[in-house]
């Protein structure tokens, strides 16, 4: 699977799920302890306005999350655009764990918008299964790269899924969320 696929696929079903997120479920807990759904998604848009602007080698504009619905998707769409860009995976971009090849981060961006979509999903009750390759692709990523990014705020200490669990639940157990059935 290419990278810009998973990027593709990554946005898409995290879109899917923004739809179905109301200004009602805002304060709703997520498994992401740190957040509830605003703060996933202030988290979400703030990183995407960040990295939009690293991938352009610009230093990042304060993104406005006073209506983190409305907010979202443009932040989402931004990013894409800068991470498409001719020569964006080429670049260094620099993040909170220091500078990452462009093409290596783009790979962070897929794991994060996996596992933020499932934060979103189980907080807000719908349905979350993206595609099983993706998953798989975003699993062996993150048992590559997780281990030394552990402090308990970016990524936690893995957790047990529950049995049964499904490939979206268990790559969520594996950076440290509590997982439960989902509907």
């Known amino acids: 699977m290419d990278l810009l696929e998973p990027l593709s696929q990554t946005f898409d079903h995290t879109t899917k799920i923004l739809a179905g997120v109301g200004p009602d479920q805002l304060d709703r807990p997520t498994p ?3 957040f509830d759904v605003r ?5 979400m848009i703030g990183g995407a306005t960040m990295f939009a602007a690293a991938y352009r080698g610009e230093a990042p504009a304060a993104p406005d999350t006073s209506d983190p619905l409305a907010a979202f998707g443009p932040a989402l769409g931004d990013l894409a655009a800068a991470i498409t860009a001719p ?3 080429d670049r260094t971009v620099a993040t909170p764990f220091g500078d990452v090849d462009g093409e290596t981060f783009a790979r962070f961006v897929v794991l994060d918008g996996l596992v933020h979509g499932w934060d979103l999903a189980t907080a807000t009750v ?3 299964d993206p595609p099983a390759a993706l998953v798989d692709a975003a699993d062996d990523f993150a048992r590559q790269t997780l281990e030394p990014l552990r402090d308990g705020v970016t990524f936690g200490t893995p957790v047990q899924p529950p049995a049964g669990a499904t490939r979206i639940q268990q790559l969520a157990a594996f950076t440290g969320r509590r997982t439960r059935e989902e509907p």
């Open 39 to 43: 703060g996933v998604l202030e988290h």
């Open 126 to 128: 719908q349905p979350y």
């Open 32 to 34: 992401c302890t740190d």
């Open 87 to 89: 020569g964006a995976l």
